[in-house]
């Protein structure tokens, strides 16, 4: 038992009760996901516009920002965390978290790639002290022998906040870059987050949020934050510092595509030895602990890189090949609540990469200047272009509400279905999630392939909007499946004295999934066969299946001797 839970005092009981702390949370939380996935479902599309404020950067170039963006977001969580555990306690992080974020969303509202950058650094620091501090506020609150009961409800309930603000978020940003432009956008983002570090200040003396807010002394077994900052992550920066120039030096260019993503990819290496390096000096029950988590760890990395295709991949999709024309009749009920995006075929100043280039000439026949219609209708065959009319269009970012409209939805039936297995004795094991999990994202990802042969061509039709709702669908069982059991599960084998550091290797594994699914996708001009790019994520995810299921009896038994449970 850690030192947060023997520290906390019995309370009176309230049996069916939950404490007013965790609506306080519940609003904190949904508010700063609000403003994070507003962010990031708007980033991408950013980056690569050209014809209304964005910074018009190539695609391989976008893809590669955003993925480092979502690899280094999913780090930063894990020193965070230790900080927080152990000097500052989980208020005191969550409002520096806060503060830097909300500084973070508002100054990527200011011209210019500097500020762009910076905030972009802000977020990520933010991240950091904010995301794993909140959630560990709320474990504590439950600790308490009366709440106990409520804890997995507590979570669920948790979990919707998160999932209502990420649902809402992509309308608001619609709606601000249609009518006014991408700084507002990214401004309200700021809002959103100031708005939920309102709410916890307004209530931060409340009795179960001051208790709860605890710091765990450093115990003898616990590694020094000095050890861990000079065993893992200077290592780790001096090899990026390496495979920044190293690889460019020697063969001329990266091999990994961009100077960033071969950085990212040496920093990694010590990081993995140092964790192989646990389960080699490890003996006994800690040394199966481990392994078993280290196995999980190494094949989750498809997983995660299928879950951010939402910001890369199938953004890039949704954005280019998916048809977003609105119906006369979504556009009527729609249009009365935000105005829609706008687009039309009447010719306008291009460069020469675009096609379906218009000349124009004078009467001497001599051209004059080079035009073509909206990027949108680049892959739309010329007889369906409205002939210089307004078209409107769904925005892009709105596809990503799909998922945690799905999480809501689907939650509310697997919650009490598996309850119902449990009860008959016939609930999966853990490790059995895990395994139907990574198969289940895969036939998500074959979705997609299904979704390129729909059309005689992608670089001539574009694909119907009904392959972005299967295949998130199909997704979201996997991720309610293997997600809220990975940090579970984690606290269950890691030995107590090396908790802390195995629950990085969650987020090394989920840093590492990111950026995979960002260097796809900024090889994604390069795939001539785009069946190709969703067929790599299938066959990822059908081995990392069938590796968890060839050991399945193992896993399970390891879980049991360590937990009495299956």
Excluded at 65 to 82: E, Q
Excluded at 205 to 227: C, F, H, R, T
Excluded at 455 to 469: E, F, Q
């Amino acid at each position: 038992m850690s030192q947060a839970q023997e520290v906390l005092p019995a309370q009176p009981a309230h049996p069916g009760r939950h404490p007013k702390a965790l609506f306080v949370l519940f609003f904190t939380e949904m508010w700063e996901r609000f403003a994070y996935y507003l962010m990031v479902g708007i980033l991408l599309i950013y980056m690569t516009d050209s014809t209304t404020g964005g910074k018009g950067f190539s695609g391989r170039i976008g893809a590669d920002i955003v993925g480092s963006f979502i690899a280094l977001v999913y780090l930063t969580p894990f020193i965070g965390g230790l900080i927080a555990d152990r000097y500052l306690g989980y208020i005191k992080s969550i409002f520096l978290g806060g503060a830097l974020m909300a500084a973070g969303y508002l100054g990527l509202s200011l011209p210019g790639d500097t500020a762009m950058f910076i905030s972009l650094a802000l977020i990520i620091v933010g991240n950091g002290f904010f995301k794993p501090n909140i959630s560990t506020l709320l474990g504590n609150i439950y600790n308490r022998d009366d709440l106990k009961p409520l804890k997995d409800n507590a979570y669920n309930i948790f979990y919707m906040g998160i999932n209502i603000g990420a649902f809402i978020c992509n309308f608001v940003a619609a709606w601000l870059r249609n009518t006014y432009g991408w700084g507002y956008a990214f401004g309200a983002a700021g809002v959103g987050l100031i708005i939920g570090l309102i709410i916890l200040a307004v209530s931060v003396k409340n009795k179960d949020i001051k208790q709860a807010d605890v710091k765990k002394p450093v115990q003898a077994e616990d590694m020094p934050l000095s050890k861990i900052f000079s065993t893992v992550f200077l290592p780790a920066i001096v090899a990026a510092i390496i495979g920044w120039f190293l690889p460019t030096t020697i063969f001329g260019s990266p091999i990994m595509g961009t100077q960033a993503n071969d950085a990212f990819i040496f920093a990694c290496l010590p990081i993995i030895a140092f964790y192989i390096s646990l389960w080699v000096r490890a003996k006994g029950q800690d040394k199966k602990g481990i392994g078993a988590l280290l196995f999980i760890f190494a094949i989750a990395i498809a997983f995660w890189t299928i879950y951010n295709q939402n910001a890369t991949g199938l953004t890039l999709w949704a954005e280019k090949h998916t048809d977003r024309v609105a119906s006369a009749s979504t556009a009527k009920i729609t249009g009365a609540i935000f105005p829609l995006q706008k687009v039309t075929d009447t010719p306008r100043l291009v460069n020469k990469l675009d096609q379906y280039m218009v000349e124009v000439k004078d009467d001497s026949g001599k051209v004059i200047q080079e035009m073509g219609p909206d990027p949108y209708f680049v892959n739309v065959p010329k007889e369906q272009w409205p002939g210089g009319k307004d078209v409107k269009l769904t925005n892009t970012e709105l596809f990503q509400s799909i998922n945690p409209l799905f999480i809501v939805l689907l939650t509310l039936f697997f919650v009490p279905f598996f309850s119902f297995l449990r009860s008959k004795g016939k609930e999966p094991t853990t490790m059995s999630k895990f395994g139907m999990a990574l198969f289940i994202s895969g036939l998500s990802a074959l979705v997609m392939v299904f979704a390129i042969m729909s059309v005689p061509s992608i670089y001539t039709h574009k694909a119907s909007a009904i392959w972005l709702w299967l295949t998130y669908f199909i997704f979201t069982i996997s991720e309610i499946f293997l997600s809220p059991m990975g940090l579970s599960l984690v606290s269950k084998l890691a030995p107590a004295r090396l908790t802390a550091l195995m629950m990085g290797g969650w987020f090394l594994s989920t840093s590492i999934g990111g950026k995979v699914a960002g260097v796809m996708t900024s090889f994604w001009d390069d795939f001539t066969d785009k069946k190709i790019f969703f067929l790599i994520l299938v066959a990822a995810a059908f081995i990392g299946g069938i590796l968890i299921y060839s050991r399945i009896k193992s896993l399970n038994q390891i879980v049991k001797d360590k937990t009495g449970a299956d």
